[in-house]
């Protein structure tokens, strides 16, 4: 990830509470040295703690320890982070760093919980570009840390041709024709299909890959064995834990699901000065 591009956003977000200081904190403290710990209040998984580092450090030197690594779990009154440096910038970056910290230990918890759904079906996950305006590279990476891969980050990354695109140049073919046309082949394509007929549509016309969108497993089962092996096939739409399983045993390469992101809980973490 690039340092510039997240520092840039991290900033912003602090200015977004700080705006031209803090009224309360400025009138209490002065130079006062503190001791805070983040405190995990319901079960997760750990995602942010980079970033959360940074964060206190915006303002001025502090030293921040990450007591819980990337990607592990913790519970309910376990101690994530603890931080020692000015009192005034601690409580300055406080709300800040929380929100941020939840959101993205929401995201992690959620995505690992559908991969532990696909666990021993050697199908990946893959995260979507359903992400809060804003955040996206922060929950594309917590979508990681839980061990989902990242689909696309933005427009300019892959090609995947959707059903508006479809109907805005007159169906499948030629949406491939014109990408074929156009793209530089380096780019694989890949085709959002919606029934059976679109997906022979997708195979005749040469497409790299196909996304089946909002499938039964039943129609998924079917469509494999038009697939027969020759393109990647993705399964998208309405996906959750609980029945993810149910589409990965019919032997797809890959399920994408909005999942981690868009129903992700920002989970109840809190700073405590010692």
Known sequence: ????????????????????????????????????????????????????????????????????????SFKSGDELVYLKGSAANLLKTERTALNLLQRLCGVATAARRLVKALEGTGVKLLDTRKTTPGLRLFEKYAARVGGALNHRFCLSDAVLIKDNHKKLVGGVRQAVKLVRERVS?????????????????ALEAGADAVMLDNFSP???KEALKLVKGKVLVEVSGSVTPENARLYALKGVDFISSGYPTRRAQALDLSLEVL
């Open 185 to 201: 082949p380096v780019y694989k394509v890949e085709v959002e299909v919606e029934s059976l007929d679109e997906l022979v549509e």
């Open 1 to 72: 990830m690039n340092p510039l591009l997240i520092r840039k956003q991290l900033e912003a977000f602090l200015n977004e509470d700080l705006c031209w200081g803090d009224l309360t904190t400025d009138a209490l403290l002065k130079d006062e040295t503190a001791e805070a710990v983040i405190l995990a209040k319901e079960e997760g998984l750990m995602a942010g703690g980079p970033f959360v580092a940074e964060l206190f450090n915006l303002l001025g030197p502090t030293e921040v320890k990450l007591l819980k690594k990337e990607g592990e």
């Open 218 to 220: 039943e129609e998924v």
